[in-house]
């Protein structure tokens, strides 16, 4: 955002921001950043990132939902904030409620998230030290993944009128690490899809007519120290529930 010049030995500092907010709607089809000079983001109409475009998220970023409108991934997602500085996306209303705005949506199109041979995150679209709440409307996902498979890491997904988290149709791994998903309408977590899932040291509570973790037709899943509480479905338990799959699980605290 700032540049700097040393000619003549002497430095000079360019602004090139607009300040914001920032109103944004409609195709991104080329690789933008939005940086925290210029929030907070005020989505006016529904924004799709294009196929093979990437959209950088800078930490310390404010995005917020004017109502019914989401954010469509089918290329890539970088929105990495850091501890004390999050990426927040909520609602554009004055007394936000659930299910103000839509959702975050991934497409099997997205750029999905690439590790190492340790298992650490490298590359592709990523969730991290960001904070999702106030969507799900119409009784959607704050977060849905449609065949994708982005990295979730040390994040907070709340207040959504419907799951906190939505995946169909998942074949490859999924990671969601360290992460809170609280006082969300229905499931917390609803994984479908024939794909291996690593549910690690995540906290799920407080879903007011759902399942915490629900699992249906996974190959694999590594469920380790997380703490899933005070899930109220009435019809098949509130903890965790798993159909057609094959989880390993250790130190779940239900």
């Excluded at 360290?178 to 899809?193: E, K, M, V």
């Excluded at 590594?222 to 098949?236: M, V």
Aim: glycine content about 12%; proline content about 3%.
């Amino acid at each position: 955002v700032l540049s700097a010049s040393t000619d003549d030995d002497k430095i000079a500092w360019y602004e090139n921001y607009t300040p914001g907010p920032t109103e944004v709607s409609g195709v991104i089809s080329s690789n933008t950043t939005w940086g925290s000079l210029s929030m907070p983001y005020i989505v006016t109409g529904s924004v799709l990132v294009n196929e093979g475009v990437t959209l950088t998220i800078e930490p310390g970023v404010t995005v917020k939902f004017d109502a019914g409108n989401s954010m469509q991934i089918q290329g890539e997602l970088i929105a990495q904030g850091t501890d004390g500085n999050e990426i927040t996306f909520t609602s554009n209303e004055s007394t936000p409620a659930a299910g103000d705005w839509g959702q975050i949506i991934f497409t099997d199109a997205s750029v999905d998230a690439s590790f190492n041979s340790s298992g650490d995150y490298s590359s592709g679209s990523i969730l991290e030290y960001c904070t999702i709440k106030y969507g799900g409307g119409s009784g959607s996902a704050s977060l849905d993944l449609n065949g994708a498979h982005p990295f979730i890491n040390y994040s907070t997904i709340q207040y959504s009128s419907g799951n906190g988290i939505y995946s169909n149709n998942l074949a490859d791994t999924l990671k969601i690490y360290n992460s809170l998903i609280t006082d969300n309408y229905s499931d917390g977590i609803l994984l479908q899809g024939y794909g291996k899932y690593f549910i690690v040291n995540n906290t799920i509570s407080n879903s007011a007519q759902g399942v915490g973790l629900s699992l249906h037709s996974c190959t694999y899943a590594s469920i380790i120290g997380n703490s899933i509480l005070n899930n109220q479905s009435t019809s098949i338990g509130g903890g965790f529930f798993c159909r057609n799959g094959f989880p390993s699980t250790g130190s779940v605290i239900v």
